[in-house]
């Protein structure tokens, strides 16, 4: 049953990169406690996919912008995609984001910009150009994507985990900066369980402790949308990520380069452009090409 109520009259979460995997558990979770959906992600069949399937689930309205996040001009695109639907966004969820695995001098150049655009770029200049809509809608939520490997700098995946720091701390300054009108959450989700061979063969370079800190794409934004809606600053799904966090931070930086390293040189030659569309239920969330050097 699809809601006839204009837009106007209710409150909306806007989520990005939220056509599939844990974008699209997002818009499930928020479109249950009873709020408008609107979606953006790449123009594929994807997309229509999961706006019926929220349209089936809660009787909500959901809107889809078909956009690629890489070009320039996207943000403004959005703001005037929300301006004319008449959508009140009282909810951000920054999603979307680009992985890379691999040698940092192997990274074509324009991936790397493709990388920082979405992962940096698109969160921050989007939670700049929705400040006066999410005032207006207070109190109103902000959860940006960030990953358990943003809290460490990890060798061969070098711009990624540089990216997601950024999103940790300018989440957490932002939360303390708009305190009180917007409750800013950062979530740092470990790996996300796919069927993908390409996701299960990474998993056993890691084996037990892949499978240890492993969440579906369904529990990460359930303990997401809780998370925020709690008011958590700091959202980190399950125990262990958070002794793995807190372990390594006691490390002195060399040690810990050097762990990081040996665990993590498997992939030095594992070139993936990872467009995060998060996958049914992969961790990331993909919205461009995918180059995989082993399926070329």
């Known amino acids: 049953m699809i809601n006839t109520l204009p837009s106007m009259n209710r409150y909306c979460a806007l989520i990005t990169g939220g056509s599939d995997g844990i974008g699209r558990e997002f818009a499930l979770a928020c479109a249950r406690e009873g709020y408008d959906i609107a979606i ?35 943000v403004e695109k959005i703001v005037d995609w929300v301006g004319q639907k008449k959508l009140a966004v009282r909810i951000l969820i920054n999603n979307a984001g680009l992985g890379y695995t691999g040698r940092f001098e192997a990274m ?5 910009q493709n990388v920082i655009t979405v992962n940096t770029m698109l969160s921050s200049v989007l939670c700049h ?9 207070a109190p109103s939520y902000v959860l940006n994507l960030s990953s358990i490997a943003g809290t460490m ?45 390409r996701h299960q063969r990474r998993a056993g370079h890691f084996g037990f402790w892949s499978r240890l ?9 359930q303990i997401g949308i809780e998370g925020m809606l709690q008011n958590e600053g700091l959202i980190i799904p399950k125990r262990v990520n958070r002794w793995v966090i807190r372990l390594m931070r006691t ?34 969330n993909a919205e461009a090409l995918v180059m995989r050097r082993d399926e070329e």
């Open 40 to 74: 953006v992600a790449l123009p594929d069949p994807q997309l229509a996919t999961t706006v019926r399937l929220i349209e089936e689930a809660a009787p909500v309205r959901c809107f889809s912008l078909g956009l690629d996040l890489t070009k320039a001009g996207a």
């Open 108 to 112: 074509p150049p324009s991936q790397l």
């Open 129 to 137: 150009a929705l400040q006066p809509e999410l005032f207006r809608n």
């Open 153 to 197: 700098p990890v060798p061969y995946y070098a711009v990624y985990t540089g990216t997601k720091h950024f999103v940790y701390s300018f989440s957490l300054a932002l939360r303390q900066e708009w305190k009180g009108r917007v409750a800013v959450s950062v979530m740092c989700p470990g790996p996300v369980l796919t069927n993908h061979p």
């Open 213 to 221: 800190i492993t969440l579906t794409a369904s529990e990460v934004a």
């Open 251 to 284: 490390l002195p930086v060399r040690l810990r380069l050097r762990i990081l390293k040996k665990l993590f040189i498997k992939l030095k030659d594992d070139y993936r452009y990872e467009p995060t569309r998060q996958p049914s239920s992969q961790g990331l």
